[in-house]
C-alpha cells in the first residue's frame, strides 16, 4: 500500500501507485482540459503531484507540449535566473564488491585497472582542479569495505579540505559513494560535506535486484532507505537520480518524483538536486545491450517535467551527455553542470593511456572547464563557482526558504558574479576574460538592492587587486 510517510521503501514508493499513475497518464495523454489544469496549477509554482507530472511527460498535445517547456524555461529563470554552478567530480578509487551490470567497476570484470588515490595522489589531483579553476567536488567512489572504508573516504576529504595552492581552495565536497550507515552519514556531515548523493538507478524493485546481482547494493530496501538514514545522520542536503536507460523511464521518472515527496512529507524537506543522468557505454558495458535508451527529445521532456514538478530542487547535467545536448535542455531547468570531467581514477594530474584504462564511462563532452566556461557565458549563462549557501550553513529548508523569498537575486547572483570573478582573473584564457568581464558589468544590473550593488562593486575592485573569497 502507498504510504508516502512510511519508512518502508516498498510502501513510500509504491509499484502499485506508480502502475496507476502510468494507466491513468497514458488515458490522459490527449486530455486537454486535465492537461490544462495540471499546467495551470504548476503556473503556482508549487510543484506538482507524482502523478499529475506523469501525465504531462505522457502529454501528446503539441501545443501543451510547447506551454510545458516555456513553462519550465520561465520557473528556471525565476528560481535560478541564469546561474549555472560549476562542479568536478573526483574519483578516489574503482575497488567495488558489487555487480552492477551497466557498470565497469563491477567485480567481474578483470580487464578494467583497478586504482585508488593516496592522500599524495589527491593532493596532485586536486591540485590540477584547482589550476582549472574549479572550487566544487563531487567525490566518486566504488563500494569495498576492505579498500575504499568510511575511514579512507574521510581522510580524503580532510585532505582535500586542507589543500591551499595557489588562490585556489575547494570549498565544497559532494560525495556520492554506495549507501551507508546512520552512523558513517554522521561521520560524512562532521567532515563537513555539502551534498550527499546516491542514485537509485531504478525505482523498479524487480529490475533494481536483476541489475544489481550480487554484492551489498542488491538489497534495494537497503539502497532505497538510504536517503532517510542520510538525514537522521544530521545531512539535509542529499541528491537524488536515476540512470536512464536502465529501465522504462516513465517509471523512474514517477518513482524519483515519489521519493521526493516522501523526503519532503517525512524529513520536512525534499532533495536539493536530481541528477539525470543515461547510460553510456565503458570498459565491458554495452549501452544497447539495455534496450529502454531514451531520445534526446524524451531527455528534454523529462528535464521540463522534473524542474515544473519540483520547482526548488536543483538539477544536475553531467559531462555524459554532449555539447549540443547539453545546450537542449540548459535553459529547461538545469541548475549545475560538470566541466573537464575525467571518469578515470588519477586522470586529473597524470592522463591514462589506452591499456591503462580505470574510467567509469566514456565522456561525451571532452572540453576544457575554459571553454566550458566561455561557451556558458556566449550563450547568455553565468558560471558560477559559488558555495556560500553551505558555508554560511544555508542548507535544507534553510536554503529552500531564501529560494522561495526570491532574495536570490541579491545573494546568489552577487555571489555568482563575485566568483566568476575570481575565475577570470586567476584562471581564463584571454578571450575567455574579455567575454566573462563584459558580462560581469552587464549582469550588475541584475542586482536590485543599491546596497548590495554597492558593496559588490566594491568587493569585484579587491578581487581585482588579489583579494578572494568574499560572499554573502
Ligand atoms: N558506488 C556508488 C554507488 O553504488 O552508488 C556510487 C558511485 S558510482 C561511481 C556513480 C554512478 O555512476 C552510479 O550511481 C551510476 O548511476 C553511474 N554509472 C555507472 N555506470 C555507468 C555507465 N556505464 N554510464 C553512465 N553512468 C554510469
Not at 519532503?264 to 558495458?285: F, N, Q, W
Not at 531520445?295 to 515544473?308: G, L, N, T
Not at 559559488?386 to 545573494?411: H, P, W
Amino acid at each position: 500500500m502507498y504510504q508516502v510517510m512510511s519508512p518502508k521503501a516498498e510502501e513510500f514508493i509504491s509499484h502499485e501507485e506508480i502502475m496507476e499513475s502510468l494507466a491513468y497518464a497514458g488515458q490522459n495523454k490527449g486530455n486537454r482540459e486535465l492537461i490544462g489544469q495540471i499546467i495551470e496549477k504548476a503556473k503556482l509554482r508549487k510543484g506538482l503531484s507524482h502523478r499529475e507530472a506523469a501525465v504531462l511527460l505522457d502529454c501528446e498535445l503539441e501545443d501543451k507540449n510547447q506551454e510545458i517547456y516555456a513553462l519550465a524555461e520561465q520557473i528556471k529563470k525565476d528560481f535560478y535566473g541564469n546561474r549555472i554552478v560549476m562542479f568536478a567530480p573526483l574519483y578516489l578509487s574503482n575497488y567495488c564488491i558489487n555487480g552492477c551490470e551497466y557498470c565497469p567497476y563491477h567485480l567481474k570484470n578483470k580487464h578494467i585497472a583497478r586504482k585508488k588515490l593516496t592522500q599524495e595522489d589527491i593532493v596532485k589531483e586536486v591540485a590540477a582542479l584547482q589550476d582549472m579553476g574549479h572550487k566544487r567536488l563531487a567525490l566518486e567512489a566504488g563500494e569495498d569495505p576492505v579498500n575504499n572504508p568510511i575511514e579512507y573516504i574521510l581522510e580524503c576529504i580532510q585532505t582535500i579540505y586542507g589543500i591551499k595552492h595557489k588562490n585556489g581552495a575547494i570549498r565544497r565536497v559532494n560525495v556520492n559513494i554506495a549507501a551507508t550507515t546512520v552512523e558513517n552519514y554522521r561521520k560524512l556531515k562532521e567532515a563537513g560535506i555539502g551534498t550527499y548523493i546516491l542514485f537509485q538507478e531504478t525505482y523498479d524493485k524487480k529490475s533494481y535486484e536483476k541489475l544489481h546481482p550480487t554484492g551489498p547494493k542488491h538489497d534495494y530496501a537497503y539502497h532505497t532507505e538510504a536517503m532517510d538514514r542520510a538525514m537522521d545522520g544530521g545531512i539535509d542536503d542529499v541528491g537524488l537520480g536515476v540512470l536512464f536507460g536502465l529501465n522504462n523511464y516513465r517509471y523512474d521518472f514517477t518513482g524519483i518524483l515519489m521519493h521526493a515527496e516522501h523526503l519532503e512529507a517525512y524529513k520536512g524537506v525534499g532533495p536539493h538536486t536530481i541528477s539525470v543522468p543515461r547510460l553510456r557505454r565503458a570498459d565491458d558495458i554495452d549501452p544497447d545491450v539495455f534496450d529502454n535508451g531514451i531520445s534526446d527529445e524524451m531527455f528534454a521532456k523529462i528535464v521540463a517535467c522534473i524542474r515544473i514538478a519540483v520547482p526548488y530542487t536543483g538539477m544536475i547535467v553531467s559531462t555524459r551527455e554532449s555539447k549540443a545536448c547539453r545546450e537542449k535542455v540548459l535553459h529547461l531547468g538545469v541548475s549545475q553542470i560538470s566541466g573537464a570531467s575525467k571518469t578515470s581514477v588519477g586522470g586529473y594530474a597524470e592522463p591514462e593511456e589506452e591499456e591503462d584504462n580505470s574510467a567509469q564511462f566514456d565522456v561525451s563532452d571532452n572540453r576544457t572547464l575554459d571553454e566550458v566556461v566561455k561557451w556558458l557565458m556566449e550563450l547568455g549563462y553565468v558560471p558560477s563557482f559559488c558555495t556560500a549557501c553551505y558555508r554560511e550553513g544555508r542548507t535544507g529548508d534553510r536554503f529552500m526558504s531564501l529560494l522561495k523569498s526570491g532574495q536570490i537575486v541579491n545573494c546568489c547572483h552577487p555571489n555568482a558574479l563575485m566568483t566568476l570573478k575570481e575565475y577570470l582573473e586567476d584562471y581564463a584564457s584571454e578571450d575567455t576574460k574579455k567575454v566573462g568581464e563584459a558580462l560581469i558589468e552587464k549582469e550588475l544590473d541584475v542586482v536590485t538592492n543599491p546596497k548590495v550593488r554597492g558593496k559588490v562593486e566594491e568587493y569585484l575592485a579587491n578581487i581585482h587587486k588579489g583579494e578572494r573569497d568574499f560572499r554573502f
